[in-house]
């Protein structure tokens, strides 16, 4: 098997592994990181080789784009709390700590080395947290908060872990050095997303075509990462801060047909991303095991103290930190969602899974120091990061949802359905407001006016039942299924019609484009 091979094995992997996944309770990361470890197992599997400063630039910007899609900046703006207290103080605390416990037991473990040992086993996946948080059926305010963190927390780190690289590097540190370095980075990458946000958004309107639009937003999160890079700036903040941008300014509400098929393109990209990113944390095996040839037994030894750190200081950290955002929180905060229970609590403690950034970062970390000797304990932090890796996402992610059905913590659906009703009710409203604006200026029949208004009407009821009484909901029922037989009856009419365009297409003297042409027609036609 080659490469790529193996690759299209990861990727079959990806699309396979969702509906098993969802048949045995399990999250598809969990059951990709699996696959990738069986795969590393086969002799006839080679060892991946995929350069290690090509991983974060080539996984994480589409599946940081993919993830912001889902989501909002007054999302952010509203939990800003509990989003720094767990994506920049939490991961702060985490490097510390894992920094300290480290440098005492790995003998000739510098402190720099340490510290980007820490930095990179600090940020939970933002990908895991959100795939597998995301499908267990979670408040929306813990999944929310579980995104903003994992989005965030990698731009601390990865800053961390580079400042801490330096130091190691060079053998020299400067704390004012590494301050302004933070800022600096920030300040760049925002420069940067806002930048390429703005033109981005601009040449969408220059380019019109759905297909040119949506192959635009796979380019922008690619080129914002590499031009922040460039300038020393975080990839990762400005991939946020672009897609934040688009998400924000860039929706063109009578654009139907570049929504529907940019969240079609969008999901295809994150499922196969996903999947191939956590094969090659699974795949990765190969290099443990190497590394670790001749003295498991203390490797393994540093490594479970390392994962009880990171466990433990988790749980240390969010019990406190939830309690004092309850203390801070008041009756004005009615957007900022926060943990209600000590059940939550517990379920964000056990959602903290690593994933790809910490196996990419630990890849990363240079092979010698600028004097020219060996990266000291090179071989010994990447086997640390790979086992704090595996037993979280492993042991944590296959847990996950026994712990969440355990607990009983469920999204709350009532709430859910209110908000979907009060959604519904105003865009029946908008829909009625602008019937009285066209009747102002053009004359409709009576006939006709009534008729506008019983569809404003059904606007509303279609998307939330519950807006209408009892008679006329049910009345509104009748019509549904009434419609929904018209419906049946003329999406035959419309197969039929498109099988016989179809057969045309093979036909002699056939234009290919026109048919194609006319067969679009249909599917639009369908669609409707």
Not at 194 to 206: D, E, F, I, P, V
Not at 349 to 368: D, K, T
Not at 477 to 488: D, E, I, K
Request: charged residues 20%; hydrophobic residues 55%; glycine residues 8%.
């Amino acid at each position: 098997m080659d490469q790529l091979a193996l690759l299209f094995a990861l990727l079959l992997g990806a699309v396979v592994s969702v509906p098993v996944g969802e048949r045995l309770g399990l999250p598809a990361p969990v059951l990709m990181t699996v696959l990738g470890i069986v795969l590393a197992l086969l002799e006839f599997v080679p060892n991946v080789d995929v350069p290690p400063d090509l991983i974060l630039p080539l996984l994480l910007p589409p599946l940081l784009y993919a993830a912001v899609r889902r989501t909002s900046w007054r999302q952010f703006a509203a939990n800003v709390r509990p989003i720094l207290l767990l994506a920049v103080a939490l991961v702060f605390v985490t490097t510390l700590c894992v920094a300290v416990v480290a440098h005492a037991i790995v003998p000739g473990l510098p402190l720099a080395a340490a510290v980007a040992l820490g930095a990179l086993v600090a940020p939970p996946d933002p990908v895991a947290a959100t795939a597998v948080a995301g499908k267990l059926g979670l408040p929306r305010r813990l999944v929310s908060i579980l995104e903003g963190e994992g989005l965030f927390n990698d731009v601390t780190a990865i800053v961390l872990y580079h400042v801490a690289i330096a130091a190691a590097v060079s053998g020299t540190f400067s704390p004012w050095r590494a301050g302004l370095d933070l800022v600096l980075s920030a300040v760049v990458a925002v420069a940067v997303g806002l930048a390429l946000g703005w033109g981005a958004n601009k040449l969408m309107g220059l380019l019109g075509d759905p297909t040119l639009q949506i192959a635009l937003t796979l380019l922008v999160p690619f080129a914002s990462y590499v031009l922040a890079e460039e300038l020393h700036g975080s990839g990762v903040l400005a991939v946020l801060t672009t897609a934040l941008f688009l998400v924000e300014y860039a929706t063109d509400a009578d654009d139907v047909m570049t929504r529907l098929a940019g969240h079609t393109f969008w999901d295809i990209v994150d499922t196969l991303v996903t999947g191939v990113a956590f094969g090659l944390v699974g795949l990765e095996l190969h290099n443990a095991v190497r590394t670790a040839a001749g003295h498991w037994g203390e490797l393994l030894v540093w490594a479970a103290a390392v994962v009880g750190v990171v466990v433990l200081v988790r749980l240390a950290w969010l019990l406190p930190a939830t309690w004092l955002t309850k203390r801070l929180h008041t009756a004005r905060d009615v957007g900022e969602e926060i943990p209600v229970s000590w059940r939550e609590t517990v379920v964000m403690w056990w959602s903290g899974m690593r994933g790809v950034a910490s196996v990419a970062l630990a890849l990363a970390i240079p092979l010698e120091t600028g004097a020219g000797d060996p990266f000291p304990a090179r071989s010994e932090i990447v086997f640390i990061a790979f086992g704090v890796v595996m037993a979280t996402l492993l042991v944590q992610g296959l847990t996950l949802p026994w712990l969440v059905n355990r607990l009983g913590v469920r999204g709350d659906a009532g709430r859910e359905k209110e908000l979907e009703r009060q959604l519904a009710v105003r865009a029946a409203k908008a829909a009625k407001r602008r019937l009285r604006e066209i009747e102002e200026v053009e004359d409709l029949p009576e006939e006709l006016s009534e008729q506008m208004l019983r569809r404003s009407f059904d606007i509303g009821v279609r998307i939330s039942p519950e807006v209408a009484e009892d008679e006329r909901r049910e009345a509104y029922r009748q019509r549904a299924l009434r419609l929904r037989r018209v419906r049946r009856i003329e999406g035959e009419m419309l197969s039929a019609a498109r099988h016989e365009v179809l057969a045309a297409r093979s036909e002699a003297g056939a234009d290919p484009e026109v048919v194609d042409r006319v067969l679009r027609h249909l599917d639009v036609r369908s669609l409707r």
